[in-house]
């Protein structure tokens, strides 16, 4: 038997043998690693008109942050699965009626027709319900989607917790779709202003507001140009879908003053 140190140093003589032969080896062959070039350099944030003050008065209140009681209705074990979603709209209605705008507002026909959904269910504007966990508490949010008039499409979600009803978003707009990415709830509407683009905004469960807020805002482009006017179909509401990964846009140049 040899000696462990006569083992040893074999050992490392033939690992660096091997070594070389794979460096040597892939020198000029397919394969061998190639440099990426030159890395270009990361640029910051410029601040534009650094002198100017600070604002002292808070912008418009469009009620983002608004949450809501549902009054009347009782959640068992916190199990939003188990409410009617009708019930659940028709109580917010009848504790605001004559209420038109606002997170609590419905048009006066919606109204009328939520009461009826029980007589008339083919004209009631209530879909189907969705459910999530967009809190990250453990249990389901209930989605729900409200058809109203001019092609808009009311979007409110409740938080069920200490054995009642939380609405915790409220949102109307002309929806192209409704997509459940994680736990955002993302809204795509068509632009009437600016052809061939979107906007897609991101209502994101913040622990502070214990609301859902619209985190995130953008235009999209959609269509190539040349091919002709933007076009908003009729809203619904889609299955759950992950949302695709936009590529990234690219860093800017440094901005001068």
Do not use: F
């Not at 705008?101 to 269910?121: K, M, N, R, S, V």
């Not at 966990?133 to 989605?143: A, V, W």
């Not at 068509?190 to 805002?217: F, V």
């Amino acid at each position: 038997m040899r000696p462990r140190g006569v083992r040893s140093a074999a050992g490392v003589a033939l690992g660096a043998a091997g070594l070389a032969l794979v460096l040597t080896g892939c020198d000029g062959r397919e394969g061998a690693l190639k440099s990426a070039g030159p890395t270009p350099t990361a640029v910051g944030p410029v601040r534009l008109w650094p002198d100017l003050p600070p604002a002292t008065n808070p912008p418009i209140d469009y009620g983002e942050s608004d949450t809501q009681r549902v009054p009347g209705v009782k959640v068992a074990d916190n199990d939003v699965h188990s409410l009617d979603p009708v019930a659940v709209v028709r109580a917010e209605v009848r504790a605001h009626p004559d209420t038109y705008t606002g997170t609590d507002g419905l048009y006066e026909q919606t109204a009328h027709a939520i009461e009826a959904c029980g007589t008339a269910p083919a004209a009631c504007p209530i879909l189907r319900p969705y459910y999530r966990d967009l809190t990250g508490n453990g249990r389901d949010e209930l989605i729900v989607g409200i058809r109203m008039p001019d092609q808009q499409v009311g979007v409110r979600v409740y938080l069920a917790e200490n054995g009642g009803l939380t609405r915790i978003m409220s949102t109307v707009d002309q929806v192209i779709s409704v997509e459940l990415a994680g736990r955002d709830l993302i809204l795509r509407v068509g632009s009437a202003g600016i052809p061939g683009y979107e906007y897609r905004t991101a209502w994101t469960w913040d622990e502070e507001q214990r609301s859902m807020l619209p985190t995130r805002d953008e235009i999209v482009r959609v269509k190539p140009p040349g091919t002709g006017p933007s076009t908003v179909p009729a809203p619904h509401l889609v299955s759950p879908t992950p949302t695709p990964t936009d590529t990234p846009a690219p860093v800017p140049p440094e901005a001068t003053p």
